[in-house]
């Protein structure tokens, strides 16, 4: 099992910046990737950034240019700087790992707010 803990979460003015960390332990191989998502109130969740195979990095269209997500492989850890944020941005943000088997854990997640 693996077990993810988010935080850096909070109440932020429009425009500001946040930077989000989670720390994944437990049975991790070397080539899960990790990532982020997110849920506003009655909305879906959705993809905001994630690493895939090779390294490589995908975002979604929304939030390009604005956030940043990176990794240090030897503390099993992700970030997620994020800067000009937008009240749309608000929603409850949780992290992912991915094993090479496709399967996903998701963290309990931690509330960005932003305030226009």
């Known amino acids: 099992q693996v077990q993810l803990v988010e935080s850096g979460g909070g109440l932020v003015q429009s425009g500001g910046s946040l930077r989000l960390s989670c720390a994944a332990s437990g049975r991790i191989f070397s080539s899960s990737t990790m990532g982020w998502y997110r849920q506003a109130p009655g909305n879906a969740r959705e993809l905001v950034a994630t690493f895939i195979s090779g390294g490589l990095t995908n975002y979604a269209d929304s939030v390009k240019g604005r956030f940043t997500i990176s990794r240090d492989s030897a503390k099993n850890t992700v970030f997620l700087q994020m800067n000009s944020l937008k009240p749309e941005d608000t929603g409850v943000y949780y992290c992912?790992?991915?094993?090479?088997?496709?399967?996903?854990?998701w963290g309990p997640g931690t509330q960005v707010t932003v305030s226009s």
């Open positions: 992912t790992i991915t094993n090479q088997w496709g399967q996903t854990s």
